[in-house]
Nanobody, 119 residues
Framework: VQLQASGGGLVQPGGSLRLSCAAS????????VGWFRQVPGKERERIAC??????YYEDPVKGRFTISRDNAKNTVYLQMNSLEPEDTAVYYC???????????????WGLGTQVTVSS
């Protein structure tokens, strides 16, 4: 089982990126999928999560980020709009049975993708 986050890069403030979380060895449609981010020196934080019919967002990204899934492609996306320098982090995806808040309940983290928001 492997999850791979991709789609990161350098973007100017106010810009957009779409991250992808592609899975191999597991069907994402059976799981909740969370997106997380981590800044050096800080704890990893959950920012969004999706089940089969519900989405969750943390306050810092609410209204700017959208999580979605394409079960046919076995991929979960994170559309990030109105990006701010504070969004700069390594972004990860992981799976769980529910959209819980404890990071310890999530599995198959993968390597993450760097997002840098800077002018």
């Amino acid at each position: 089982v492997q999850l791979q986050a991709s789609g990161g890069g350098l973007v100017q403030p106010g810009g957009s990126l779409r991250l992808s979380c592609a899975a191999s060895g597991v069907g994402l449609d059976y799981y909740a999928v969370g997106w997380f981010r981590q800044v050096p020196g800080k704890e990893r934080e959950r920012i969004a999560c999706i089940t089969d019919d519900t989405t969750y967002y943390e306050d810092p990204v609410k209204g700017r980020f959208t999580i979605s899934r394409d079960n046919a492609k076995n991929t979960v996306y994170l559309q990030m709009n109105s990006l701010e320098p504070e969004d700069t982090a390594v972004y990860y995806c992981a799976i769980n049975t529910i959209c819980g808040t404890s990071l310890f309940a999530y599995s198959y983290w993968g390597l993450g993708t760097q997002v840098t928001v800077s002018s």
